[in-house]
Every structure is written in C-alpha cells, then in structure tokens.
C-alpha cells in the first residue's frame, strides 16, 4: 500500500512537471553537398558492388553445400580414410572455393571498371583486403551453414535466407 501512494506521488510530480515545461523549439536545417565526392552513385556505381555481393553471397554459399553432398553420398568418409590429417582436406576444400570466390569478385570488379567505369576507390589495398576479408567471412558462414545443417535441403533453405538476407541489408539491391 505505500509503494501505491509513492507511485501516485511521484505521478503527480512527474504531470506537473510536465505541463510547465517550455515547449521544444524544432529548427530546419538545410542539407547542402560540399562537393563533388558527395555526389550519389549512378546505376552502374551502385549495381556493380551489389552484384558482387550477391553473387559472391550464392557462389560461396552454395559452395559450401558440396560438404554436405558429400557427407551425404559417403566421399567425405572415404576421403578421411586416406593417410592425410582432417584439416588438410578441409582446407583444401574450403581453399578452392576461397580462390574460386576471389577469382570471381576479381573478374566482377574488373568487368564493373573496365565496362562500365565503376570507380572502386583511391586505393587499390584497401578494396583487396576488403574483398579477401569477405570472401573469408563467407566462406566461414558457408562452414558454420555445413556443420549445422544435416540435410541439403536444410542447407540450401538456411543458405537462401542468410544470402538474401544480408545481400538485402548490405544494400546490394537498392539505391541509396
């Protein structure tokens, strides 16, 4: 019962307060571009990055699947029999896939700068850690996507949502 009269105290306090308050003064305030380098991208600008998310997203991803086709079909178990440690076919599978995933955001960015005069940046080592950072990341959650999932069917769903999902959020699809 104290606790009720507190809280009525504290509401009556509070809708005091309330009503003697000045109100807020809300000011506009112009946006104006200071240069050039504000400009908004045009088609091509934004379209070339956001294809190469995308289809690094499903190349990768996808990629990764083949882990479950062959646990599935029983190669992977054959594979481990030979007289080689577990990680160097895991890498081995996880490196070409990596390479075949540089090979082809390579060839995207070349293809948007060559044919369509996508500036991609002042610097050139910046774009390539850039893009050696996201395929490793991709490949990595095409391995989290392989070890959770026990079917291909659940893979590939699982695959589809995150690829889409983040392709979507990552504003590939969309102008700015």
Do not use: C, H
Request: charged share 10%; no cysteine.
């Amino acid at each position: 019962i104290q606790s009720a009269g507190a809280f009525d105290g504290a509401l009556r306090q509070v809708q005091a307060a309330w009503t003697t308050q000045a109100p807020v003064e809300v000011v506009a305030v112009p946006v104006t571009r200071l240069s050039q380098a504000d400009a908004i991208p045009d088609g091509f600008e934004q379209s070339s990055p956001g294809m190469l998310v995308t289809f690094s997203l499903v190349f990768l991803l996808n990629g990764t699947l083949v882990l479950i086709v062959e646990r599935q079909q029983g190669t992977l178990r054959r594979l481990l029999v030979m007289p080689m440690r577990k990680a160097t076919i895991m890498f081995g599978k996880l490196g070409g896939i990596y390479v075949a995933g540089l090979v082809q955001a390579a060839i995207l960015i070349g293809a948007g700068a060559l044919l369509f005069g996508v500036p991609w940046g002042q610097a050139p080592a910046a774009l390539l850690v850039m893009v050696l950072s996201f395929a490793f990341s991709i490949t990595s959650l095409g391995m989290l996507i392989a070890g959770i999932a026990r079917t291909y069917a659940q893979a590939n769903a699982l695959a589809n949502i995150l690829m889409y999902t983040v392709a979507a959020l990552g504003g590939a699809w969309w102008p700015i």
